[in-house]
Nanobody
């Protein structure tokens, strides 16, 4: 069983930065591809970024490419999302999720384990 806890959200001005953390319990987590998703008020949850179990492969949504970076620290069982040049449209609850599938994917239904989410608010 894997449990995920997100942290690092908050209020930031447009153009600012935040780093989200996703801390996991469970020794097998380090081998699981892990993704970040977000849900803005009144909108469906959408994919943001994902990283493979080795940390060598990453994929990003077009809307965040060049601004967000996903990394993982295997020793700390933690995945990070560095968010730079934040925009008001980045405002959302951000969730991390892990999948037992070997395939790195943006499809939400592939992810079995989900955290509770952390709020990110970007003011204009």
């Amino acid at each position: 069983q894997v449990q995920l806890v997100e942290s690092g959200g908050g209020l930031v001005q447009a153009g600012g930065s935040l780093r989200l953390s996703c801390a996991a319990s469970g020794r097998t987590f380090s081998s699981y591809p892990t993704g970040w998703f977000r849900q803005a008020p009144g909108k469906e949850r959408e994919f943001v970024a994902a990283i493979g179990g080795t940390g060598l492969s990453t994929i990003y949504a077009d809307s965040v490419k060049g601004r967000f970076t996903i990394t993982r620290d295997t020793a700390k069982n933690t995945v990070y999302l560095q968010m730079n040049s934040l925009k008001p449209e980045d405002t959302a609850v951000y969730y991390c999720a892990a999948t037992r599938s070997a395939i790195l994917t943006e499809r939400q239904y592939n992810y079995s384990y989900w955290g509770q989410g952390t709020q990110v608010t970007v003011s204009s």
